[in-house]
């Protein structure tokens, strides 16, 4: 059975990707622990760590907050009826990736986990492959010519 979406599985989510990162730096943690203590101090951490969550949140309750005016699913295996142009999408086609992105480096400043900022680029790997990317073809096929000039006035990330 075809679906129109660009994800036919429910686990192709920022959310399991994220998560994975998180459950395997939590390991690499209890096996061999870093600390950006060594680097930074406790204090500017935090100071750090803080707005990035905030922002990141932020961003993302924004970004949902677009979809639902323009009754747009944030969902795997629903539908997309049109472009969402306005709001955040007007400075990023990917700004609940984005948000989530920013929250994830913030939590791993919070918590000093060093692993997460180093596991990090492998989490925007594969969302760049298992879901910026399946977006993008899926997008181009449904609206060639609104999505084509869309890309070209507005950034994949920021």
Known sequence: MHVDAAHQ???????????????????LHFYWPMSAQYYIDFINLKVTALPLIA????????S??????????????????KIVKTGMFRFSRN?????????FLGLALATDKLWWLILTPI?????HYAL???????????????YL?????VRRWI
């Open 9 to 27: 599985s429910n686990l192709k989510t920022a959310h399991i990707i994220f998560g994975f990162i998180l459950l395997l730096g939590i390991g």
């Open 55 to 62: 922002l990141g949140t932020i961003i993302i309750l924004l």
């Open 64 to 81: 949902k907050r677009d979809l639902e005016i323009h009754n747009q699913p944030s969902e795997p295996k629903a539908a997309t009826s």
């Open 95 to 103: 700004p609940l990736y984005l948000g989530i992105t920013i929250a």
């Open 123 to 127: 989490a925007l790997i594969l969302t």
């Open 132 to 146: 910026i990317m399946p977006e993008e073809v899926y997008l181009e096929k449904k609206f060639p010519n609104e």
């Open 149 to 153: 000039a869309y890309k070209q006035k």
